[in-house]
C-alpha cells in the first residue's frame, strides 16, 4: 500500500525558507510510472498546485510561485522535497504531497492527469 | 491556462438528498484531462473521480461525473452524513500545468 508522509518544521519566520519532506513508502519515486507533486491549502481558501518533479529531477511549478519555489528529490531515501523562499503570512498553509497518475482516452490519445495517493498534510505556519 | 469556476459556493442540503457540483473551465478542455476531490474538514483531499467520469478505487457508487467542453458536473446521489466536505475539480493536460477551481463546500442538515 503507497503511503506518503510530509515532515518539517510547523513555524517559519517571515522572509525566511520553508523546507519541507515528503517520504514515499510502497513505492519507489524512480520506476518512472509517476511524477510527484507538492500542493496547499491556506486557511478558509481553496486547494492551490505549487509543483511536481519527476524522477529525473525534471520539474514544473505553478507561475505563481515559481520564483520562490524548488522541488527536489533523494531517490535513495525515497522523498522529495519542498523549498519556498522568502515567506510571508500569505504562505501559512497546510501543504500536501502526492502521486500524480495519468490516463489515457484510447480514441483521442489525449492523456490526463490527476493524483491519487496523498500524504495527511503537515501545518506551516508564517510568523515571528 | 484554463480558469476552472465552481459553482454553488455552498451547497446545504437534508441527508437523502441529491447534489449536482457544477465546474466550468474559461476554454474547451478534454474530458481525460479532468478530475473531482472531495476534502473532509481536516483531513486530506480524496480523488472521487478522475477522466470526467471514472470512479476512483473504493468510491461509492452514488458518486459520478459527467460533462465535456466547457462544463462539468459531480453528482451526488443520496446524500450521507459524511458526505460533508469541500469538493474540488481539477484540471492537468500535457502542459502539466494543474489548476484547481474554487471549490464548493456541501453540508449535510
Known amino acids: 500500500q503507497l503511503h506518503l508522509q510530509e515532515s518539517g518544521p510547523g513555524l517559519v519566520k517571515p522572509l525566511e525558507t520553508l523546507s519541507l519532506t515528503c517520504t514515499v513508502s510502497?513505492?519507489?519515486?524512480?520506476?518512472?510510472?509517476?511524477?510527484w507533486g507538492w500542493f496547499r491549502r491556506p486557511p478558509g481558501k481553496g486547494l492551490e498546485w505549487i509543483g511536481n518533479?519527476?524522477?529525473?529531477?525534471?520539474?514544473r511549478y505553478n507561475p505563481s510561485l515559481k520564483s520562490r519555489v524548488t522541488i527536489s528529490l533523494d531517490t535513495s531515501k525515497n522523498q522529495f522535497f519542498l523549498r519556498l523562499t522568502s515567506v510571508t503570512a500569505a504562505d501559512t498553509a497546510e501543504y500536501y504531497c502526492?502521486?500524480?497518475?495519468?490516463?489515457?482516452?484510447?480514441?483521442?490519445?489525449?492523456?490526463?492527469?490527476?493524483?491519487?495517493?496523498w500524504g495527511p498534510g503537515s501545518l506551516v505556519t508564517v510568523s515571528s | 491556462e484554463v480558469v476552472l469556476t465552481q459553482s454553488p459556493a455552498t451547497l446545504s442540503l437534508s441527508p437523502g438528498a441529491g447534489a449536482t457540483l457544477s465546474c466550468r473551465a474559461s476554454?474547451?478542455?478534454?474530458?481525460?484531462?479532468l478530475a473531482w476531490y472531495q476534502q473532509r474538514r481536516g483531513q486530506a483531499p480524496r480523488l472521487l473521480i478522475y477522466?470526467?467520469?471514472s470512479r476512483a478505487t473504493g468510491v461509492p457508487d452514488r458518486f459520478s461525473g459527467s460533462g465535456s467542453g466547457t462544463d462539468f458536473t459531480l453528482t451526488i446521489s443520496g446524500l450521507q452524513p459524511e458526505d460533508s466536505a469541500m469538493y474540488y475539480c481539477?484540471?492537468?493536460?500535457?502542459?502539466?500545468?494543474?489548476?484547481f477551481g474554487g471549490g464548493t463546500s456541501v453540508e449535510i442538515e
Open positions: 518533479i519527476y524522477f529525473t529531477g525534471t520539474t
Open positions: 477522466a470526467t467520469s
Open positions: 502526492a502521486r500524480r497518475e495519468s490516463t489515457n482516452d484510447f480514441f483521442s490519445g489525449y492523456w490526463g492527469y490527476y493524483f491519487d495517493y
Open positions: 510502497g513505492d519507489s519515486i524512480t520506476t518512472g510510472s509517476h511524477w
Open positions: 481539477q484540471q492537468c493536460d500535457t502542459s502539466s500545468l494543474v489548476t
Open positions: 476554454q474547451s478542455v478534454r474530458s481525460v484531462t
